[in-house]
């Protein structure tokens, strides 16, 4: 399969050049040493989340660098996942948001359902050594920095939320005239700090949604 026929509408905000110099890079650290996520979920965002039902931008850090926990998608676990990694459940919550009383409900810890609702779920880098976080950043920085411009230019009424500061380094890239930027810290600083998360950004991230497209984002499912 073709780089245009993997990703297809994505094409048109890809830098096929910057592509295709990060998998030269990439494929040969694979060989080379043990990196995250599995070889075939590093883009992964990109094929859950339809280009033409793009809605929101999410961009964290980098992979979860422990040993089999990261799955393509930002903060997601894996289906089976009995404990949940401290950014997960950070953001899981964030925005279930458990100072409100609830029903019974469910919460889809691989987050793909955020993906299938038109949310990009990328980090600042797509890879990472195993257990050595920062190690891909540099590497992945030059694709997402033309991914972000010509997305930004390209797409309008988009809604950039970034995680954490590495992610805001990001921030001039993208045109924030014509498409929205939010800010927030990185789940892993409450994590670290022992501190609850609020909810606020996933409630605007929500209110913009439905205010364009008529519906709000599905955090999670009411049973």
Not at 74 to 90: C, Q, R, Y
């Amino acid at each position: 399969m073709t780089t245009d026929e993997y990703f297809g509408d994505w094409m048109k905000v890809i830098d096929k050049r910057e592509l295709l110099k990060v998998l030269g890079e990439v494929n040969q650290l694979y060989s080379e040493r043990e990196v995250m996520p599995a070889y075939e979920d590093i883009f992964k965002a990109f094929s859950l989340c339809p280009y033409n039902e793009l809605k929101v931008v999410f961009i964290g850090q980098d992979p979860y660098p422990q040993r089999g926990v990261a799955t393509g998608i930002l903060f997601g676990n894996k289906e089976d996942t009995k404990e949940l990694s401290p950014s997960l459940e950070v953001v899981k919550e964030a925005c279930v948001d458990y100072t409100v009383t609830h029903g019974p409900f469910y919460f889809d810890v691989t987050l793909e359902s955020w993906a299938r609702q038109g949310i990009l779920m990328l980090n600042a880098a797509l890879t990472v050594d195993v257990n050595t976080p920062n190690s891909h950043t540099m590497i992945w920085r030059p694709f997402m920095t033309k991914l972000l411009k010509n997305l930004s230019t390209h797409e309008s009424g988009i809604v950039y939320v970034l995680f954490g500061n590495l992610a805001q380094t990001f921030s001039p890239y993208i045109n924030s005239r014509f498409n929205q930027v939010l800010k927030e810290k990185h789940p892993a600083y409450y994590a670290r700090c022992n501190e609850a998360m609020p909810g606020t950004v996933f409630k605007e991230v929500s209110k913009l949604v439905e205010g364009k497209y008529g519906k709000p984002i599905n955090w999670y499912k009411e049973l």
